[in-house]
């Protein structure tokens, strides 16, 4: 049994709350780091309270960990700051391994802007020299149900552009493998599922499985930012709402990878597989 811990963040959230489960399966100690620590699952954990703007809390919380699960922080106009904190947190803490959840197409000039911090964050760690995997995820099957409003209708600019929808539930078996072997590390994996479809064809799918009409209307880039004004968000995340569907109109989530076969050892779902699996997700639409 390995005497380092495995730290991980984000373990309040959906994904690292997944990967921290299927780690506590197994023999490795794990080590949460959480702004919130009350609200960590309850597993049998060495629980730290560290947040991603506090290097010194986040540098003492990591202090004898070899490896490190990276879930990328939640939007925040200062989240590469944040993550930039992170990163010289390991480093300064001798961590020998991030495992950083990032984005598919993750480059300087993406079309989505969070896509930008995403390669900057891949940066950080490479230029830190410390041995990485980064986990390049498409739009999560989980959030197809809530795409759709009220009506039924999904609204978006991503006019017949097609994405390779991936379920949180693959991503986390796969960062779960990554993050307890050393087999992959200095590698970067395109996380998608098994197909690339459009929105068309992600609301009819949709529409059939629950039984009830759900279509897709492209919006024009001007009829995007109008829709979203009423949330009443600031400029920086409406941008990133709205350029996630250019992003899929440009082509740059139209990939398809083997990456959750080779590291889970199973085809990745498709999204009638995930509405199987996660009847709650869809409730809304039939309420």
Same mark, same amino acid.
């Given at each position: 049994?390995?005497?380092?811990?495995?730290?991980?963040?984000?373990?309040?959230?959906?994904?690292?709350?997944?990967?921290?489960?299927?780690?506590?399966?197994?023999?490795?100690?794990?080590?949460?780091?959480?702004?919130?620590?009350?609200?960590?699952?309850?597993?049998?954990?060495?629980?730290?309270?560290?947040?991603?703007?506090?290097?010194?809390?986040?540098?003492?919380?990591?202090?004898?960990?070899?490896?490190?699960?990276?879930?990328? /922080?939640?939007?925040?106009?200062? %989240? !590469?700051?944040?993550?930039?904190?992170?990163?010289? +947190?390991? =480093? @300064? *803490?001798? $961590?020998?391994?991030?495992?950083?959840?990032?984005?598919?197409?993750?480059?300087?000039?993406?079309?989505?802007?969070?896509?930008?911090?995403?390669?900057?964050?891949?940066?950080?760690?490479?230029?830190?020299?410390?041995?990485?995997?980064?986990?390049?995820?498409?739009?999560?099957?989980?959030?197809?149900?809530?795409?759709?409003?009220?009506?039924?209708?999904?609204? /978006?600019?991503?006019?017949?552009? %097609? !994405?390779?929808?991936?379920?949180?539930?693959?991503? +986390?078996? =796969? @960062? *779960?493998? $990554?993050?307890?072997?050393?087999?992959?590390?200095?590698?970067?994996?395109?996380?998608?599922?098994?197909?690339?479809?459009?929105?068309?064809?992600?609301?009819?799918?949709?529409?059939?499985?629950?039984?009830?009409?759900?279509?897709?209307?492209?919006?024009?880039?001007?009829?995007?930012?109008?829709?979203?004004?009423?949330?009443?968000?600031?400029?920086?995340?409406?941008?990133?709402?709205?350029?996630?569907? !250019?992003?899929?109109?440009?082509?740059?989530?139209?990939?398809?990878?083997? *990456?959750?076969?080779?590291?889970?050892?199973?085809?990745?779902?498709?999204?009638?597989?995930?509405?199987?699996?996660?009847?709650?997700?869809?409730?809304?639409?039939?309420?």
């Amino acid at each position: 049994m390995t005497t380092s811990p495995i730290a991980l963040t984000g373990v309040t959230g959906e994904l690292g709350g997944r990967v921290a489960r299927l780690l506590s399966k197994g023999d490795h100690p794990l080590r949460f780091l959480a702004r919130e620590p009350d609200k960590c699952p309850p597993l049998d954990a060495d629980v730290r309270e560290a947040s991603f703007d506090d290097t010194t809390a986040m540098t003492e919380s990591l202090a004898g960990v070899e490896t490190l699960f990276f879930v990328s /922080g939640r939007e925040d106009k200062d %989240r !590469l700051e944040h993550h930039r904190s992170v990163v010289e +947190a390991a =480093a @300064a *803490a001798g $961590v020998g391994k991030i495992v950083y959840t990032s984005f598919i197409g993750a480059a300087p000039e993406s079309t989505f802007t969070l896509g930008r911090q995403h390669y900057a964050t891949e940066g950080f760690i490479r230029d830190i020299g410390i041995a990485f995997v980064f986990l390049r995820d498409n739009l999560y099957t989980d959030f197809v149900p809530y795409f759709a409003g009220p009506d039924g209708v999904i609204r /978006g600019p991503a006019g017949d552009g %097609r !994405l390779g929808w991936v379920t949180r539930d693959d991503i +986390a078996e =796969a @960062a *779960a493998a $990554v993050l307890t072997t050393s087999e992959h590390d200095g590698k970067v994996f395109d996380m998608t599922g098994p197909e690339s479809i459009d929105l068309y064809e992600t609301a009819d799918r949709l529409g059939r499985f629950i039984g009830r009409d759900i279509g897709y209307h492209p919006e024009t880039v001007d009829e995007a930012y109008a829709s979203r004004a009423v949330y009443g968000a600031p400029d920086w995340e409406v941008d990133a709402w709205v350029t996630s569907y !250019l992003a899929i109109a440009d082509g740059e989530m139209d990939v398809v990878s083997d *990456a959750v076969e080779i590291l889970t050892g199973h085809p990745p779902q498709r999204l009638e597989d995930f509405l199987t699996a996660h009847p709650e997700s869809y409730q809304g639409l039939l309420e």
